[in-house]
């Protein structure tokens, strides 16, 4: 079964900053997916970024990357320049490419704090 | 488009009392999720399904039921509820296997409190 671990419970960056975000993740398949979901005091569920295991390049989405290390089973979340509306829960998430369920394996999340 | 809608978005029951969540998308989405969202525990999937008429149990099923009677609907419900069910809920959908790059899409969730 596949298993994903944030190990930081909570983090905290000044604004304007660069904060990393990590994520690790164990499995025995090939091709899969990952997500990056942020979480903000409203509760919704935003997806943030996504990469695909079979693509080599990390993927970006303006100010949030990823630093994507399949032999490693990492992927890690950078945001730069980070702003008062980046504070708020980030799941890291796994998805099988096969397989009949299709569903999200969720890490535990990290906090994200934004200090002025 | 409203996406994924849940109903009702709080409730607070008392122990051994029934009652149904909602959950609607209007994105003609074949997979559609339950998971429920406890602190320092992530999301962790209840119940799941891959079609309309079709239901299969995720990591945590018991204590719930589900049913997927039309395409559009999933509905999960708690015949006898206990404390341990106090939780946050979400609803997901997402298109079919052949689409597994695509996000899901998630409601807004619903905060459950039994007493």
């Known amino acids: 079964a596949q298993t994903v671990t944030q190990s930081q419970p909570e983090m905290s960056v000044q604004e304007a900053e660069t904060v990393t975000l990590s994520c690790t993740y164990d499995t025995s398949e090939s091709d899969y997916y990952l997500f990056w979901y942020k979480q903000p005091p409203s509760r919704q569920m935003i997806l943030v970024i996504r990469q695909e295991a079979y693509k080599q390049q990390n993927a970006t989405e303006n100010r949030f990357s990823v630093n994507f290390q399949k032999a490693a089973k990492s992927f890690s979340l950078k945001i730069s320049d980070s702003q008062l509306g980046d504070a708020a829960m980030y799941f890291c998430a796994y998805r099988s490419v096969g397989g009949s369920q299709g569903n999200l394996i969720f890490g535990k999340g990290t906090k994200l704090s934004v200090k002025p | 488009n409203a996406g994924v809608t849940q109903t009702p978005k709080f409730r607070v029951l008392k122990t051994g009392q029934s009652m149904t969540l909602l959950c609607a998308q209007d994105m003609n989405h074949e997979y559609m999720y339950w998971y429920r969202q406890d602190p320092g525990m992530g999301l962790r999937l209840i119940h799941y399904?891959?079609?309309?008429?079709?239901?299969a149990k995720g990591e945590v099923p018991d204590g719930y039921n589900v049913s997927r009677l039309k395409k559009q609907n999933f509905l999960l419900g708690l015949e006898s509820a206990a404390p341990s069910q106090t939780s946050v809920y979400f609803c997901?959908?997402?298109?079919?296997?052949?689409?597994?790059?695509?996000?899901?899409?998630f409601g807004d969730g619903t905060r459950l409190s039994i007493l």
């Open positions: 399904s891959v079609g309309e008429g079709t239901t």
């Open positions: 997901a959908s997402s298109p079919s296997r052949g689409y597994s790059n695509q996000p899901q899409h």
